[in-house]
């Protein structure tokens, strides 16, 4: 069972659309992880090689995204037994446990709602977008790959550390930042402040971070 708004799909910085759906761990609404972060990944179909190396390197870092106060979930649109199964050859062959929830969309409804297929689309074969949503509901990433390249998960983590740094104000993260490097203070926008620093590079300025 689905529901899922049928709104325009989520932009950065809009809301996420709710759902409820069946999942490897019961039934759930994405309103029940309000307060955590989220990151929601969607795969094209079980039983396939790069979707089962994707999960099974979200499976291994699960610890590090729940100490980053993150839920992950798991979609595709095949069905739960489908899951299950999946799931458990994994554990059996590849001596690894799926911890978060797989979610089911047979009907195709969530991947539409969040434009991860086209509307006119018949099969889920282009499907392996990402999303991060903060605590509020609110879309803060959005991520995208063709079928056939997998994800990095180190990357979607280190976004998602990104994110929760800059959501604390007073900071802009540059290119491939990490917890402890130093950060961009915001660019002044103000012919008088950049007057007052006197740099030509009044637009670039580092500096060790404080929080």
């Known amino acids: ?4 708004s049928p709104s325009l799909p989520p932009q950065l910085g809009s809301k ?7 999942t490897t761990q019961g039934m759930m609404t ?14 094209p179909a079980d039983f396939t090689p790069v979707c089962t190396s994707e999960f099974v390197a979200f499976a291994q870092a699960q610890g590090d995204f729940d100490a980053l106060g993150c839920q992950l979930l798991g979609l595709s649109v095949d069905s739960l037994p489908s899951h299950l199964a999946w ?14 929830p797989v979610i089911e969309d047979p009907s195709m409804t969530i991947a539409r709602a969040y434009g ?4 006119t689309a018949e099969n889920s074969s282009t499907v392996r977008s990402t999303f991060i949503i903060d605590p509020e509901g ?4 959005i991520l995208t790959y063709p079928l056939s390249v997998g994800r990095s998960v180190s990357e979607i ?6 994110l929760q740094r800059t959501a604390k104000g007073g900071a ?6 990490q917890p402890g490097q130093a950060v961009f203070d915001p660019a002044s926008l103000t012919t008088e402040s950049v007057s007052e620093q006197n740099s030509p590079l009044w637009f670039y300025r580092l500096r060790e971070d404080e929080a």
């Not at 802009?172 to 930042?177: A, H, I």
Request: no cysteine.
């Open 1 to 4: 069972m689905q529901d899922a």
């Open 16 to 22: 996420a659309p709710n759902f409820r759906a069946r």
């Open 30 to 43: 994405l309103g029940d992880y309000r307060g955590r972060w989220i990151v929601l990944f969607s795969h």
């Open 87 to 100: 799931l458990d050859a994994i554990r059996r062959e590849l001596n690894v446990t799926i911890g978060f």
């Open 116 to 119: 991860m297929l086209d509307q």
């Open 138 to 141: 609110i879309v803060q990433a």
């Open 157 to 162: 983590m280190r976004t998602l550390k990104a």
């Open 172 to 177: 802009l993260t540059p290119e491939g930042w």
